[in-house]
């Protein structure tokens, strides 16, 4: 996701921002800029990809003496990743960073083009920049210009702007993006997390919604609704690990929080409101589809299952699910009717890559769902469509597959959409319900606590059972995939159905079910199901909008009208299950043992 650095001082600035970008680079990126003006120098430098790219373009270029400097790693919402679309933005004599989103961006925009304003990107960026030397043009205070913009603006925002008609001067403010600002002595930080600036500054100030102001050297002036007010500056971290961590424990915890948020990236642009979009599809890739066949290996296989239910269901189109692995030697039969999808967190791991390959070899056209832009799998692919999720660290996948599988709802929706199987009024109550997803993610104190005590229950026995039927089905394989991963207790997925047909014959107190049991999807069903395994004497955890008398555990989500926001629900609480489970066990749950984050070799 976004980055950005600011810089105010005698310090060479170039390397103090690019640095301070490397620090960012873990949250991914997919273009990055920054700007420096030294006193009638004005200097910027933007490039596409790694950092290494705007390291080389900036190998010749150095800062002297006291500038001010904004920098900014971009991950693509509004636009693609072009040198265009990078930050910062420039207006006639000022420059912009900024993350987040400006919601009434189109409307500003307009206003602006009206006045003739030219835009050069298509972002919601750029607003920002026009908007402040629109005002400076009839306030030539460059404060109050900058505070009238703000004042503006609707939506998520961190932003730095410097401009020409002020060049000693950084401005900045704050509403619902992180953001700090760092001090050494007269010089002045800011970054929208503490890595960038551990190690340089030595007290740090936590920015608050809605705050804003200017600094200049050796001085910080700071305000809010209600006009300007102090602040007190606190001793700054020398832990760096632990400052990535945004105060979690665990990479994999950081994650799970996060899923509600990049769920949201994962829309934006996308999902409309009576509509799918997406720009990076031309839908002549469906042309003489009949079929489509997805390969996958681990998690990513599992939001391929779970999706097999919904092409067939919504788009109508028939959905064969591989494991790459094995679908690299059964000399399948290929016929060019068929897309062939491949996805991916990494965009690296060999097996799917190499079936990927072997499809395009028997002249299928292909498509990845991929998290990383520019990897092998989404050079290799005709089409991509990237998840959006920021670098995943912890090894056990969570906000990946949770991104992946919004992604395959959405192009199952986009392509009933396109070939006229759904009608607009079933288009619309998926969407909507699509657009409670995020809400469904969000972790509650209080269900963290639940899991927390729960789990002591769950660290011995024979095993555990995760079973679910339909689309809970795979949740209940990526279910038990977690747990095993983190916890190295032995689990599977099953579908309910099918444990009479011989896993029963385990039933007893020591074997652990986990049971997924959606209030909107063939309730009655997997509650015999249950009931069948609970007669037996296992041992039941069940999760559930109803509660359901037989579990000797019970873990209430809310009630939905949609059986994807259940599913999104359940799936943090088999994350936090696993999680709490393999703390309480003491594993390394980031890095647990015999695990790769990439598979790059078969
Ligand atoms: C599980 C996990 C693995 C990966 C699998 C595929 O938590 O992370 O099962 O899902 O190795 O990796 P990608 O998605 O990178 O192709």
Not at 44 to 65: C, D, M, P, S, V
Not at 571 to 598: C, F, H, W, Y
Request: charged share 25%; proline share 2%.
């Amino acid at each position: 996701m976004c980055g950005i650095v600011g810089y105010l001082g005698n310090e060479e600035k170039k390397e103090i921002l690019l640095d301070g970008l490397q620090e960012l680079e873990y949250r991914g990126y997919d273009s990055a800029g920054i700007a420096v003006i030294e006193g009638d120098k004005l200097n910027q430098f933007k490039a596409i990809g790694k950092l290494e790219n705007l390291r080389e373009k900036t190998k010749n270029y150095h800062t002297e003496g006291f500038g001010i400097s904004i920098g900014h790693t971009r991950w693509a919402t509004h636009g693609k990743p072009t040198e265009l679309n990078a930050h910062p933005h420039l207006g006639a004599y000022s420059y912009v960073v900024h993350n987040g989103i400006i919601e009434n961006y189109q409307e500003l925009k307009v206003e602006l083009q009206n006045d003739g304003v030219n835009f050069l990107s298509q972002t919601d960026t750029e607003t920002i920049v026009h908007l402040f030397e629109k005002n400076h043009k009839t306030n030539t205070n460059v404060f109050s210009a900058f505070e009238e913009t703000i004042q503006r603006l609707d939506g998520a925002y961190a932003t730095l702007l410097i401009t020409e008609a002020d060049p000693d001067t950084i401005y900045f403010a704050k509403n619902g993006s992180p953001m700090l600002i760092g001090f050494n002595g007269d010089d002045v930080y800011f970054a929208s997390s503490d890595t960038p600036i551990i190690g340089k500054a030595t007290e740090v100030y936590y920015l608050e919604d809605g705050e804003y102001g200017y600094a200049k050297q050796g001085e910080v002036k700071l305000f809010d609704a209600n006009g300007k007010k102090s602040f007190t500056k606190q001793a700054l971290t020398t832990d760096k690990v632990s400052a990535q961590k945004d105060g979690y424990r665990f990479f994999m915890e950081k994650e799970i929080y996060e899923q509600s948020r990049v769920m949201t990236d994962t829309m934006i642009g996308r999902v409309l409101d009576e509509s799918i979009a997406f720009d990076e599809i031309d839908t002549a890739l469906f042309d003489s589809i009949k079929a489509i066949k997805i390969c996958a290996c681990g998690t990513s296989y599992h939001s391929a299952l779970t999706s097999a239910y919904l092409f067939e269901r919504i788009a109508k189109v028939r959905c064969d699910i591989e494991i790459a692995s094995e679908f690299r030697y059964k000399e399948p039969l290929l016929t060019k009717d068929t897309l062939f999808i491949t996805i991916s967190q990494s965009g690296e791991t060999a097996d799917t890559l190499e079936a990927l390959k072997m499809a395009k070899r028997a002249g299928l056209k292909s498509l990845s769902i991929c998290n990383v832009d520019n990897s092998s799998i989404v050079r290799e692919s005709d089409a991509a469509i990237l998840t959006r999720a920021g670098i995943e660290k912890g090894v056990a996948s969570t906000k990946a597959f949770a991104t992946q599988t919004m992604v395959l709802w959405m192009l199952t929706l986009y392509m009933g959409q396109e070939r006229n199987t759904i009608s607009k009024e079933v288009l619309k109550t998926e969407i909507d319900a699509m657009l409670h997803a995020p809400k469904a993610l969000i972790v509650t104190d209080e269900l963290h606590a639940k899991l927390h005590r729960l789990s002591k229950r769950y660290l011995h026995g024979h095993g555990f059972f995760f079973i679910g039927r339909d689309i809970f089905f795979p949740l209940a394989l990526e279910g038990a995939l977690k747990l095993k991963e983190i916890s190295y207790l032995h689990a599977e997925g099953y579908p309910a159905g099918e444990m009479k047909h011989g896993p029963i014959a385990l039933a007893d107190s020591e074997l652990f079910t986990i049971a997924l049991m959606p209030k909107t999807m063939h309730y009655d069903k997997i509650k015999s199901n249950v009931e069948e395994l609970s007669a037996r004497d296992a041992t039941i955890l069940a999760i559930s909008p109803e509660p359901f008398e037989l579990a000797d555990d019970f873990v209430q989500t809310q009630y939905s009208s949609h059986p994807m926001v259940e599913f999104f629900e359940m799936m943090v609480v088999t994350q936090l299950l696993a999680l709490e489970i393999s703390v309480r066990l003491g594993n390394d749950v980031d890095m647990p043992r015999n695990l790769a984050k990439s598979v790059t070799v078969e």
